[in-house]
């Protein structure tokens, strides 16, 4: 065996890792449903899911663990897989949904229509993402005006951030209503998630992920570098563009009812790199599914650890994915010394 | 058949390149060679439309490039570059991107485009590593994976930015080889050469661009003679007769 990666990139333990990854969606999932400050058991889950009983536990399943179980598979699968896609668009490992100013640009939105029309929760999702795009589309824009390099990209990421934030929490200090939970926001939390919420931006990240997975050719073309993909045939600029487009609506949509919730979108895609490979089809499949499954297990871990407490999920996921991440890139650096 | 016609290219209004004229033709191995930044590789983006012209055409098939789509053009063209990014995938699926012009969305490869990579590795002499991955593998196995893939996209013209550079010598004349072959089997190649020994001995043609101006364009043995290479690079070219042909060298 050449190297722990070599081996993870071979068909037989590809199928291994798929199979792996789809048991602990389901695992995840379940549990998220089953166990809480209150835990019920799989088969008073079922029957609450299937309407077969009535009372507190269904009450619980239905209207709290449902709906949060479902956002956080969603925002898992949109943040991680938006970050794939943003990483391999860019050209930039460093790139995620969190640093080049989607999920700043989404939370301004959000807080700002929180201020303009608390109502109108459906158009809540759409908003975000409005202001996801226009967050990647400003740093695009000074990035490339600065040499589109892969720092400047960054710093331009960097700094629109920094003013998106600075105007959250402008808005949060005039009217302290517009974000309800507004710590909760900033650290990215599912606490007290509706379907109603959930349903508008539901729509929007399926859709976007559907196409984002029908673009992954043109995505692997793309990586091979601007001049060989437009030899090969493909309009580089509109394809870049329409794949962040669809990067942002996936994040911003995911951002308007988890809050800014970062790491996910960062360290998902580098873990599946590893485990499923480069290729872009699978790689955003694998994101989605590693993302839903990370999150789902944190928000899990956040209730039940300090219960009946507990910690927004942001904390747990960077307790958690910060460490691993540094293993992995430990792990990454011993490789490459040792090769 | 690609044709320049007085063509002008650089960047911004600055031009690099000034009112070159030349066909591609097919059969024909053409090595475009000239001393540093005298605006080889900014002719051959500008021909395959990655940049903007300033002047002149380029001719596909004798209809300007301009009124192609990259699409169509790709169907046209080949860009062997200089530099690239070398995503971690498999030698097998890289050589299938050279497939990517002839599908339309979503991008689903057929049984043909299968069958064109398989080939295409077998005739570049890729296929005993196609399975891997492309980090794995050396200078020289990573240019023929791009000669494979160069092959799977099947067009009349093949442009390349200096295959050769990094490549060991048995690499170097492996690649030439290759030019020579898909010339043979009658497609246009120019290639970008800094080895002129290596460009007189197996080109058709020599076009010499100084300055961003076409200075010579005719047989090696011609460009020799006219001792147009001496004045472009400031040597002294010398050759003598072997059982192969004319062998350069300079000194």
Redesign the interface.
């Known amino acids: 065996m050449?190297s722990w990666r070599?081996f993870c990139?071979r068909r037989v333990s590809r199928r291994l890792i798929w199979a792996a990854l789809s048991v602990l969606l389901l695992l995840s999932a379940a549990l998220s449903l089953c166990l809480g400050a209150v835990p019920i058991s799989l088969g008073d889950t079922l029957a609450a899911l299937l309407g077969r009983i009535q009372g507190p536990q269904a009450h619980i399943v239905l209207y709290s663990r449902l709906p949060r179980t479902c956002g956080c598979l969603l925002a898992g699968m949109a943040l991680a897989s938006s970050g794939a896609v943003i990483q391999g668009v860019l050209?930039n490992p460093m790139a995620a949904p969190n640093i080049i100013g989607v999920n700043a640009g989404a939370g301004l939105i959000v807080a700002l229509s929180g201020v303009i029309a608390p109502a109108a929760v459906a158009v809540t999702p759409l908003a975000a993402f409005l202001g996801a795009l226009a967050g990647v589309m400003l740093v695009l824009f000074i990035a490339e005006r600065t040499g589109a390099s892969k720092l400047t990209l960054i710093l331009a990421g960097m700094a629109v951030s920094a003013i998106f934030s600075a105007g959250i929490d402008a808005v949060v200090t005039f009217v302290p209503d517009a974000l309800l939970g507004y710590s909760d926001f900033r650290i990215g939390s599912l606490a007290g998630l509706t379907m109603a919420r959930l349903a508008p931006a539901a729509g929007i990240i399926l859709l976007a992920f559907v196409l984002v997975l029908?673009?992954?050719?043109?995505m692997?073309?793309l990586?091979?570098?601007r001049?060989?993909s437009?030899?090969?045939?493909?309009?580089v600029k509109p394809m870049r563009l329409l794949l962040l487009a669809l990067a942002a609506a996936l994040a911003g949509a995911a951002v308007s009812f988890c809050g800014l919730l970062g790491f996910v979108g960062l360290i998902v895609p580098h873990i599946m790199?590893r485990l499923v490979?480069?290729?872009s089809r699978g790689l955003i499949l694998g994101s989605a599914l590693g993302g839903a499954v990370m999150l789902t297990g944190c928000d899990l871990l956040s209730r039940i650890l300090f219960a009946p407490y507990e910690l927004p999920v942001g904390i747990m996921l960077s307790f958690l994915g910060g460490p691993f991440f540094i293993f992995l890139l430990l792990r990454q650096r011993g490789g490459r010394i040792h090769d | 058949m690609i044709e320049l016609r007085d063509l002008s290219a650089g960047y911004g209004r600055q031009a690099v390149v000034h009112g070159v004229s030349m066909m591609l033709e097919p059969g024909k191995v053409i090595a475009l060679l000239g001393p540093n930044g005298c605006g080889k590789s900014t002719l051959l983006r500008t021909v395959l439309s990655l940049q903007p012209r300033l002047g002149g055409e380029v001719l596909v098939d004798g209809v300007p490039a301009e009124r192609l789509t990259p699409r169509q053009l790709a169907q046209k063209m080949t860009y062997l570059a200089q530099s690239r990014n070398t995503p971690n995938i498999t030698a097998r699926h890289m050589v299938l991107h050279g497939r990517f012009p002839y599908l339309s969305y979503p991008r689903r490869y057929r049984a043909e485009d299968y069958e064109m990579v398989e080939k295409a590795l077998r005739w570049a002499g890729a296929e005993n590593f196609a399975h891997r991955f492309m980090e794995e593998l050396s200078g020289g196995q990573r240019q023929k994976v791009y000669l494979a893939m160069a092959l799977a996209q099947d067009t009349q013209t093949i442009l390349m930015d200096e295959p050769t550079t990094f490549l060991d010598v048995a690499h170097q004349l492996e690649v030439m080889a290759i030019a020579r072959r898909l010339a043979e089997e009658g497609r246009a190649v120019l290639m970008v050469l800094h080895d002129l020994c290596l460009a007189l001995r197996w080109a058709d043609e020599a076009a010499v661009l100084i300055d961003g101006s076409m200075a010579f364009w005719g047989t090696p043995e011609d460009a020799f003679e006219a001792g147009i290479l001496d004045r472009a690079f400031g040597i002294r070219l010398a050759r003598v007769m072997t059982e192969n042909g004319w062998q350069y060298y300079y000194g």
């Open positions: 050449k070599t990139t050209g029908s673009l992954a050719g043109e692997d073309v990586m091979l570098g001049d060989v437009q030899s090969l045939g493909l309009r790199r490979g480069a290729e």
